[in-house]
C-alpha cells in the first residue's frame, strides 16, 4: 500500500488531525535532548511555542533558527540573480513564525523593508511581539492583503501553494500579482514530479493528465491540506508572467523529496493588453 492510499483512508476516516498530533509529539520526544541543548547553548535565542513551529516546518529548535539562515542566504542567492536588491519592499507570503524572514535583515540590510503575512493568528501574534524591524499582518483565508497595488519589489512563498485548492491557487495568485511592482518578482515551492512518490495510482494518473491533485477533508491552509503540481497547471496559472526559472531538484530515494521552485517575473506591460494590441 502507498503512503497517499493510506492518507485517504485516514482523511476518509477523519483520523488525520489525530494521526498528525501523535506525530507532533512524536517529533517532541526525539528532538528533546537536541532542543533542550541547543537553549542551553543560545539562551538569546527566542523561538516560538512548539507547536507553531511544528505547524509550518518541524520540531528542531537548530534547523529552525541556526539551519534558517542558511535558507535565508540561499533564499537571497535566488533573488539576486534577477533583481537589485537595494531600497526594496519584501514580503514573506505565509510567514508563520518568522523562520526565514527574522533573518533578512541582517543578511541584505536594514536599508530594505521586510514584512510577514499569515493566516494563522497565533503565529502573527508571537511575531509581532517578538520579532522587531519587521511588519506582519494576519490574512485569512480568503485572498486579501492590506496593501497597495504595486506595493512589493520581491514576494516569496515557501510551500504555501501546497496547502491550497484549486480555487484558492488562483485567487491567491491574483491578489499576489496586484500586490507586486511591475518587474518585481516572485519565488514560490509546489510539490511537482518529485512527490510522484507519495500519490496513489488515481492521483498519478491525474496528475499526469496536468490536474492538480488535492487531498482535503481538513482545513484549508492547514499542514495536512497537501496539493500537488503538475508544470502544464502551473504554466496556465502563470500566464500573465514571465517565468524567469523552473527548478526541479533531482529526488533522492530515501529521503524528503524537494519541492520544485518557480521564479517569475511581473512584466512592466500586462501581457495580456500586450497581445490584444498587437492582435489588433
Not at 168 to 193: A, C, S
Not at 267 to 273: F, G, H, I, S
Request: hydrophobic share 30%.
Amino acid at each position: 500500500m502507498k503512503r497517499g492510499d493510506i492518507s485517504r483512508i485516514l482523511r476518509t476516516f477523519g483520523l488525520i488531525y489525530f494521526t498528525d498530533w501523535i506525530r507532533f509529539y512524536i517529533q517532541k520526544s526525539k528532538n528533546k535532548k537536541e532542543n533542550q541543548l541547543f537553549k542551553k547553548n543560545h539562551p538569546d535565542v527566542v523561538l516560538p511555542p512548539d507547536y507553531l513551529m511544528y505547524e509550518s516546518f518541524q520540531l528542531n529548535y537548530k534547523k529552525y533558527y541556526i539551519d534558517s539562515i542558511e535558507t535565508a542566504k540561499w533564499l537571497s542567492n535566488h533573488f539576486e540573480k534577477h533583481i537589485e536588491l537595494k531600497n526594496v519592499r519584501i514580503l514573506d507570503w505565509g510567514c508563520g513564525p518568522g523562520r526565514i524572514v527574522r533573518h533578512l535583515p541582517e543578511i541584505l540590510g536594514y536599508d530594505n523593508e521586510y514584512y510577514g503575512t499569515d493566516y494563522n493568528k497565533k503565529s502573527i501574534d508571537w511575531c509581532k511581539e517578538n520579532l522587531k524591524g519587521i511588519s506582519f499582518n494576519q490574512n485569512s483565508l480568503e485572498a486579501s492583503l492590506p496593501y497597495t497595488d504595486d506595493y512589493f519589489d520581491v514576494i516569496y512563498g515557501i510551500s504555501i501553494f501546497t496547502h491550497l485548492s484549486e480555487q484558492m491557487h488562483y485567487e491567491w495568485y491574483n491578489e499576489l500579482y496586484r500586490v507586486l511592482k511591475p518587474n518585481g518578482i516572485m519565488f514560490l515551492t509546489t510539490q511537482g514530479d518529485n512527490f510522484k512518490v507519495k500519490m496513489t495510482d488515481a492521483e498519478i494518473k491525474d496528475y499526469q493528465n496536468d490536474q492538480l491533485i488535492v487531498r482535503g477533508k481538513v482545513k484549508e491552509g492547514h499542514r495536512t491540506y497537501s496539493a500537488f503540481h503538475p508544470k502544464k497547471f502551473m504554466h496556465k496559472l502563470f500566464d500573465n508572467a514571465e517565468i524567469l526559472e523552473h527548478i526541479e531538484t533531482p529526488y533522492e530515494n530515501g529521503k524528503v523529496p524537494p519541492q520544485d521552485i518557480w521564479i517569475i517575473r511581473k512584466p512592466l506591460v500586462n501581457l495580456e493588453n500586450e497581445e490584444q494590441s498587437i492582435s489588433n
